[in-house]
Structure formats: C-alpha cells, structure tokens
C-alpha cells in the first residue's frame, strides 16, 4: 500500500477539543500514521477559545501528524461570519492555498461547523477523494443535537425556535439550497451508526451514507484489576450535561453507604452544581470531577457495569465502546444507536426507572450474568470496533469513492479490493 497525502478538517481537535469528537478524530489520524499515510490536520483554534474562555494547556502531539490552527484577530467574530454566512469568510484564503490541487489525495471533512461551514466542501483540488463524516448531526440540525427546545428529542424540525431556546442566532444559509449545492462536492458521506444514518434521511438529508463506527486501540485486559474503589459500583463516564441522563439514575442510588453498590460519576460539565444538589446527603454516589484518560481503564474494569442514560439522539456512543474494550458490560437506555450496539452483545437496555433498577439488581447480584456478559463485551469489541476492522472498514469507503471517481491514484494506492 503505497502513502496517502490525507488533509482532515475539523472545528475542534486536541488540544483544542471538548467532546469525543475530537479523540476519534486524533485516533484516527494517528492510526493513518501508523500505516504510513501522511496527515495534516486543520482545525479552528478560536472556536476553542471563544467557548473554553482560555487557551488549552500544551498536550504531547504525534510528530508524524502535521497540525495547523487557525486563528484570526477577529477572535470569535470570525466564527460567527461562519456560522451565519456558511463560508470560511476569514480564513478562505489560506484554505484554498492550503487545499490547492496536487497537494493531497483524500480532503476528509469531519465537523465543518465553524472551521468553515459547507462552503469548505467546494475548495481544494476537485479530483481529490472528498469524504464527509457526521460526528454529530449538524447536517440536518442547527444545533447539532436533536435536543429539541432543551427538553426533548426531536422529531419534527422547528429549527427557529429552537435556536432561539439556545439563544443561539438562526443561520441564514440554512434557509437557501447551499446545503444542498455544497454536498455535491462531497464523493462519500459516513454515519457513526445506523441510527445517525436513517436519523439524516427521516430529517432530509438526501446523499447516501456509509457507517463505519467509531473504534479504539487495543489494549490487554489486565486480570482482576486492582479496584480503586473501596465497595462495589457501577460508572458513569462523560460531560456533565442535562441530555446525559445522569439525573435519571441518581435515585436508583439512594440509602446508606453499603446497603447496596455505589454510582461512581466522573465527568464535569455545566450541570454538575445540579447533580450534585440532587445527591446531596445520598452516601452512594460519588462524583470524582475530570480524570485523565489513562486512570479511567481500572475504573471501567472493576465496575459491575457502565451506565449511559442519555437523553439524546447521540451519533454513537463511544463510553460503550470503552467499557467493551475492557470486558465490562453495559446499562444503556433504549434510544438512538446503542440498541444496535448492544445488539452486538455485552449489555442490557432500559426505559424506565423500573428497568433500570432490575438491570442495576441483576448485574449487581448475579455474578455469573454480569461474567457473562463481560465476555460478550469484549468479543463484541474485538468483532466490531477494534482498530484494524475499523481502518479496513474506513479505507474501503476511501477506495470505493475513488473507484467511483476514477481516481487512479488513490485506488493504486490503497489496492483496488473487491
């Protein structure tokens, strides 16, 4: 397989990133890397800064991937000409520079929104494969989430009024066909999920999208791992937000410390004060605030199982993966994509308080459900989203793009695989 030049462009990546999305787009690109294609990354530094209130804090960077910031003396103004105009208005210059043709194979599009709206899809060299990949759903939704008026998912678009409950100006270009003309740019759309998929289409998103999950680096399970917690419990990992859920499981945690297994919270966000009011005086629940990534693989494989309880139309779910990966099983409720990925085996769904409780009770008293379903986990994880089925499954959307465009420099390299 000979190297790609591979251009991804992104509102947010590390350092300057808040969500999941920004580490499946760094896991990506290193893994890229590592099979020697050459990576530049291009993302918004003011974006960043301008919601974060502060520069981040330097991070170790892979050397290999080439990262450009831009960052303009409009400061946040210049992602507001974005947001409501849908061109790269400040940085369109150094964009087409950048993008010029020859210099890359594959033009990948990760979260467009404020590094330049769908006026990007059309810049560069158009003999480049240009690929697409919706991390969240902004195609089809202003907001990003489906999180409707702040209280609820949504089902039938009324997108003013919605921006409006998050006090967010309505976007102009959203009313006109840019959209539309834009993804004709576009040789290949992928999902996260089935459900993210159909989810576009039901809101009228027309283009065909391929799925490819999210994935992870391996890792070895390490064997009965020292807990860091002193008494049984279950996890919730993740922002601390309203459309998390996690308020929904925090009276399923009530009484004394030690009539029943603990809810361990790690994660911090803008409804923490909230939450913790809420548990206030609960023994059982312990909120532990933001850990490093690398303190989290003992906290996913001594609990009994992980909780994700959003309330949310979500993409994917990449906390579910997590857990997978280090054999723990799953609590998730019944919405958006993690039917199809419990599906796959490692868990149990719920709706309601009362299923909650009866999965909280069996996989907290029966030991051999909750063994058994840790092993369906992580067989589950090395099927469906351990990195090298991801990358093939990923590089086969490039090839079938290229094949599709005639783009015999990129089918020669990456071998033209039935």
Same mark, same amino acid.
């Given at each position: ?70 960052? =303009? ?19 369109? *210059?150094?964009?087409?520079?950048? &993008?010029?043709? #020859? ?10 929104? &404020?590094?330049? #709206? ?27 989430? &489906? ?31 840019? &959209? ?11 999902? /996260? ?33 020292? =807990? ?16 998390? *859920? ?80 280090? *054999? ?15 599906? /796959?085996? *490692? ?72």
């Amino acid at each position: 397989m000979t190297a790609l030049n591979i251009a991804m462009l992104t509102t947010f990546y590390p350092p300057y990133n808040f969500g999941g999305d920004g580490i499946g787009i760094q896991r990506l690109a290193v893994a890229l890397a590592d099979r020697g294609h050459s990576i530049t990354v291009v993302h918004d530094e003011d974006a960043y800064i301008s919601q974060a209130g502060k520069v981040p804090a330097p991070i170790d960077m892979d050397p290999r991937i080439r990262t450009i910031g831009l960052k =303009s003396h409009l400061g946040a103004v210049s992602n507001l000409l974005v947001h409501q105009f849908g061109q790269p208005v400040t940085h369109a *210059g150094r964009l087409k520079s950048l &993008l010029a043709p #020859g210099n890359y194979d594959v033009i990948w599009h990760h979260n467009a929104s &404020l590094v330049g #709206g769908p006026g990007l899809f059309g810049l560069g060299d158009p003999g480049a494969v240009r690929l697409y990949e919706a991390h969240e759903h902004w195609l089809v939704c202003p907001t990003h989430v &489906l999180w409707k008026n702040k209280r609820e998912v949504c089902e039938k678009k009324a997108c003013i009024r919605c921006q409006l409950a998050y006090r967010r100006p309505p976007q102009p270009w959203r009313w006109t066909g840019m &959209l539309s003309r834009a993804t004709r740019h576009i040789d290949a759309f992928i999902a /996260k999920s089935e459900f993210s998929r159909d989810k576009h289409r039901a809101f009228g998103f027309l283009p065909d999208m391929e799925v490819v999950p999210y994935f992870l680096p391996d890792v070895p399970i390490v064997s009965k791992p020292s =807990s860091p917690h002193p008494r049984p419990y279950f996890l919730f990992v993740g922002r601390l937000e309203q459309i998390k *859920g996690v308020q929904d499981i925090i009276p399923a945690f009530s009484g004394n410390a030690g009539d029943g297994p603990d809810l361990v919270i790690i994660g911090a966000g803008d409804y923490e004060a909230r939450l913790r009011a809420q548990a206030a005086g609960m023994e059982r629940v312990i909120f532990k605030g933001r850990l490093q990534p690398e303190s989290l693989a003992a906290w996913y494989g001594s609990a009994n199982a992980l909780i994700v309880p959003s309330l949310c139309y979500e993409t994917f779910g990449i906390i579910l993966i997590e857990a997978f990966r280090g *054999g723990t099983p799953v609590i998730a409720r019944r919405l958006g994509p993690f039917p199809e990925i419990i599906a /796959k085996g *490692g868990g149990v769904l719920f709706e309601n308080a009362e299923e909650l409780r009866s999965a909280i009770a069996e996989l907290g008293n029966n030991k051999a459900r909750r063994d058994s379903l840790a092993s369906e986990a992580r067989t589950a994880f090395e099927k469906n989203w351990k990195e090298d089925v991801v990358i093939t499954e990923y590089l086969d959307v490039v090839r079938k793009a290229a094949r599709s465009k005639g783009n015999q420099r990129v089918i020669s390299a990456l071998g033209d695989r039935a």
